[in-house]
Nanobody, 122 residues
Framework: QVQLVESGGGLVQPGGSLRLSCGASAIEWDYYAIGWFRQAPGGEREGIACFGSADRDVVYLDSAKGRFTVYRDNAQNTINLEMTNLTSEDTAVYYC???????????????WGQGTQVTVSS
């Protein structure tokens, strides 16, 4: 299994932007996909986007389409989630996970980071 660490969360005003990063001890693109998920207070963990060998930059969450972008930062060896036009509904703990294939379902992801808090508030 790979070891994952999320970073980049924090407090941001509505309409602002954040860039989250998922760092991995080893990302072997022949075998693993990296997905971004979030979990709001009292809610379920929901899939946002995924970056993998077959699906390089798929966004699952309808509310994120057009606002969120997932990509690989080759210099930092991270999978980043660029978030723009943030609203209070984006407030959640954001996680990255590793799976054999991209999926919006968290059950298929073998390894998880500890999460990073994103709070959108005035």
């Amino acid at each position: 299994q790979v070891q994952l660490v999320e970073s980049g969360g924090g407090l941001v005003q509505p309409g602002g932007s954040l860039r989250l990063s998922c760092g991995a001890s080893a990302i072997e693109w022949d075998y693993y996909a990296i997905g971004w998920f979030r979990q709001a207070p009292g809610g379920e963990r929901e899939g946002i986007a995924c970056f993998g060998s077959a699906d390089r930059d798929v966004v699952y969450l309808d509310s994120a389409k057009g606002r969120f972008t997932v990509y690989r930062d080759n210099a930092q060896n991270t999978i980043n989630l660029e978030m723009t036009n943030l609203t209070s509904e984006d407030t959640a703990v954001y996680y990255c996970g590793a799976a054999l294939r991209c999926s919006p379902r968290p059950v298929y992801f073998r390894s998880w980071g500890q999460g990073t808090q994103v709070t959108v508030s005035s």
